[in-house]
C-alpha cells in the first residue's frame, strides 16, 4: 500500500516539474507603439 502511494506521489511530482520546465517562445516585440495613456505615470 505505502509503495503504491510513494510511486503515485513520485509520478506526480515528476509530471508537474516535466510539465513545468517545457520550453515557452518568447516573443520580441519590436517597433511597437504604446499610447501615452497607457504608460503609468511615476509617483
Known amino acids: ?3 503504491a502511494l510513494l510511486g503515485v506521489v513520485l509520478t ?3 509530471l508537474v ?5 517545457r520550453h515557452g517562445s518568447i ?4 517597433d511597437v ?3 501615452a495613456s497607457q ?3 511615476r509617483v
Open 17 to 21: 516539474f516535466v510539465l513545468g520546465c
Open 27 to 30: 516573443v520580441e516585440y519590436k
Open 12 to 14: 506526480s511530482f515528476v
Open 33 to 35: 507603439k504604446i499610447p
Open 39 to 41: 504608460i503609468p505615470a
Open 1 to 3: 500500500m505505502k509503495r
